[in-house]
């Protein structure tokens, strides 16, 4: 028997409700500094080498988020399938995307409307498409806005990506940005919030990127991170300056064959850190910055750190 809710001419044809999915969507484990992390993953993954994050209060307590790259871009096919929800794989093998949501996720996990602008060197016409959740919910259809760039976009984008080709996407209607809300919204209060979320940023991000904010690091590309002017410097969790490498090179390679029955190397280093008796104020507070919450395992994945402290239950008594 046919169901009353199939849609189109084929009885099994039945699509996800847009209002319920890209609300729900919201929902799926980020926080504003995983989240900005994962835009500044697509932007190393094409090819910036300078990425520059704005956070802005507006004196009426609206809140945007300015994201800007100078990677390859896009013409207008590229932005409409980075636009998709569940937008197609892609060609590198060294991103860090898997499933085409990490854009949308990340996005809408902290604010209601979120837009990409665009150019490649070959199309240097400047290319905008949003989702604005609050549209979807009116219209209950899987529909983006193709508004004009506005004066405010366009400053934004030669100020952060470069007058030439690269990427900016914008946060809007930042209802997550904060954690509650302030009774004088743009006020001391709330400008103090958003200031201690930039330096949580920053901090996040120095760990995440270490590898490629170090120009001494050969192994990974160097890019410059910068939020609101300021640049990131990178945060070696390890301190290796002064900590104990404890694993011989031989344990330090684990070979790991695929079902394809190719073989890939995961590479692991074991390091104990130098008491923080023996090390001097500064040594404490800037490089080592020893903790108990900070011990465990830290897992990188084409040198960006997906997963930092903890110890995954492999000494669970039960």
């Known amino acids: 028997m046919a169901s009353t809710t199939a849609t189109g001419d084929d009885p099994l044809r039945n699509l996800p409700d847009p ?32 990425v520059n994050v704005r956070v802005e209060l507006q004196q009426d307590g609206r809140k945007f988020v300015y994201f800007g790259d100078n990677g390859n871009g896009m013409d ?44 490649t060197e070959a199309d240097p016409t400047l290319r905008k498409l949003e ?50 809300n302030y009774a004088e919204p743009g006020g001391a209060q709330e400008k103090n919030a958003v200031r201690n979320r930039v330096k949580r940023l920053k901090e996040h991000l120095a760990l995440v990127f270490h590898r490629y904010l170090d120009p001494t690091d050969t192994t990974y590309p160097t890019v410059i991170i910068r939020v609101n002017d300021e640049p990131v410097e990178p945060w ?22 695929l079902e394809d029955e190719s073989v890939h190397e995961a590479r692991m280093n074991a390091w104990i850190l130098p008491h923080s ?13 020893i903790s108990s919450r900070a011990q465990g395992f830290y897992i990188y994945r084409e040198g960006r750190i997906v997963h930092h402290g903890g110890w995954l239950g492999v000494f669970r008594s039960d």
């Open 19 to 50: 209002s319920r999915l890209i609300y729900g969507l919201r929902d799926t484990g980020y926080d504003f500094n995983t989240a900005a992390a994962d835009i500044i993953d697509n932007a190393i993954a094409a090819n910036a080498t300078e």
């Open 76 to 119: 207008g096919d590229g932005l409409f399938s980075a636009m998709r929800y569940g937008a197609p794989k892609r060609a590198s093998a060294k991103s860090l995307g898997k499933f085409g949501l990490g854009l949308k996720t990340a996005s809408s996990s902290i604010c209601l409307r979120y837009g990409l602008i665009s150019r």
């Open 131 to 180: 989702w604005d959740l609050e549209h979807v919910e009116d219209q209950n259809d899987w529909k983006m806005l193709q508004d004009s760039v506005t004066p405010v976009e366009r400053h934004w984008f030669e100020e952060l990506c470069g007058t030439d080709k690269g990427t900016l996407v914008v946060w809007s209607k930042c209802d997550r940005l904060l954690s509650r």
């Open 236 to 257: 070696n969790p390890f301190f290796p300056e002064k900590a104990e490498q404890v694993l011989p090179d031989h344990a330090r390679v684990i070979k790991i064959q």
């Open 277 to 289: 008796k023996d090390l001097t104020k500064e040594e404490n507070e800037e490089k080592a910055r």
